[in-house]
């Protein structure tokens, strides 16, 4: 069983960056394929990013290119979500998720709980 | 990529079966069996209700059900119960290791 905690929720100014944790249980960062999934209020769910266990590279939507950057440190089983240049439209809650069988089949059966971050001048 | 195509809304009474689609396109659903669907009520982690398609996880009723017929990717529940109302999404591959999510469904029972 897998168990993802992710960091408390945020609050930027317009133009800053955020950078929210998902720290993994029950298994090890590099048995899994970690994603980043965000939705705003009122809105669907939208997928940023996430591991593509094929090349071993992080693959991000066109929409964050540029802005965001998904990194793991191995050594804790900690993920990482940062998007920088905030604005408004980011306020959200974002989601780390995963499936345990090697992120081939792309879908998510392990979410983290949801961290809000909040972007207000 | 484009936002998969999900009816804005369904509903049903208990007891009853209902449908929700979702439509894409030949560079996602009408090519790969990556289908999943996802419950959510607000305030909660999403939970995998179907993925590849047809194939509910250990612990999902089967009273949950997901089919596709071209680039239109389906997901039925029969039984309807209280408890099924919530937000419901899909999901596709779509090429080079990108995922698109529909734009949701919210489910009533009434």
């Known amino acids: 069983q897998v168990q993802l905690v992710q960091s408390g929720a945020e609050v930027k100014k317009p133009g800053a960056s955020v950078k929210v944790s998902c720290k993994v249980s029950?298994?090890?960062?590099?048995?899994?394929?970690m994603h980043w999934v965000r939705q705003a209020p009122g809105k669907g769910l939208e997928w940023m990013g996430g591991?593509?266990?094929?090349?071993?590279?992080?693959i991000y939507a066109q929409k964050f290119q540029g802005r965001v950057t998904m990194t793991e440190d191995t050594s804790t089983d900690t993920a990482y979500m940062e998007l920088s240049s905030l604005r408004s439209e980011d306020t959200a809650v974002y989601y780390c998720?995963?499936?345990?069988?090697?992120?081939?089949?792309?879908?998510?059966?392990?979410w983290g709980q949801g961290t809000l971050v909040t972007v207000s001048s | 990529q484009s936002a998969l195509t999900q009816p804005a809304s369904v509903s049903g009474s208990p007891g009853q079966s209902i449908t929700i689609s979702c439509t894409g396109t030949?560079?996602?659903?009408?090519?790969?069996?990556?289908v999943s669907w996802y419950q959510h009520h607000p305030g909660k982690a999403p939970k995998l209700m179907i993925y590849?398609?047809?194939k509910r996880p250990s612990g999902v009723s089967n009273r949950f059900s997901g089919s596709k017929s071209g680039n239109t990717a389906s997901l039925t529940i029969s039984g309807l119960q209280a408890e099924d109302e919530a937000d419901y999404y899909c999901?596709?591959?779509?090429?080079?290791?990108?995922?698109?999510f529909g734009g949701g469904t919210k489910l009533t029972v009434l």
């Open positions: 030949s560079s996602d659903v009408g090519t790969y069996n990556l």
């Open positions: 998720a995963t499936d345990l069988n090697g992120g081939y089949l792309y879908y998510f059966d392990y």
């Open positions: 999901c596709s591959y779509a090429g080079s290791s990108s995922v698109v």
């Open positions: 591991f593509d266990p094929e090349d071993g590279e992080t």
């Open positions: 590849e398609g047809t």
């Open positions: 029950g298994y090890t960062l590099t048995e899994l394929s």
